[in-house]
Nanobody, 120 residues
Framework: QVQLVESGGGLVQPGGSLRLSCAAS????????MGWYRQAPGKQRELVAG???????NYADSVKGRFTISRDNVKNTVYLQMNSLRPEDTAVYYC??????????????WGQGTQVSVSS
């Protein structure tokens, strides 16, 4: 079994920063892509940032230059550093990790979600 545990959300003022973490544990043979999504009330879930095992990144246009995705392959953890936060960044943030367990194919797993609220 695989578990993803997120942390780091909270309430921050506009212009502030937060760092989200998502740690994978359990029956993990290898990890491929890792990413962060978000879902605001009444909106569809959208990709915020993605990171391949080779180090390639992609970002939503709305967060380019403000957010940075990174990973620690030893800790099986993906991070999202969010700077210059805006009210429109308010959403529940979910990590998504592509994991191959022993003897199985790659599957995508979701974190439980962490609330990020940006308000004065």
């Amino acid at each position: 079994q695989v578990q993803l545990v997120e942390s780091g959300g909270g309430l921050v003022q506009p212009g502030g920063s937060l760092r989200l973490s998502c740690a994978a544990s359990g029956s993990i043979f290898t990890i491929n892509a890792m990413g962060w999504y978000r879902q605001a009330p009444g909106k569809q879930r959208e990709l915020v940032a993605g990171l391949t095992s080779g180090g390639s990144t992609n970002y939503a246009d709305s967060v380019k230059g403000r957010f940075t995705i990174s990973r620690d392959n030893v800790k099986n953890t993906v991070y999202l550093q969010m700077n210059s936060l805006r009210p429109e960044d308010t959403a529940v943030y979910y990590c998504n990790v592509e994991i191959k367990s022993y003897g199985l194919r790659y599957s995508h797993y979701w974190g439980q979600g962490t609330q990020v609220s940006v308000s004065s």
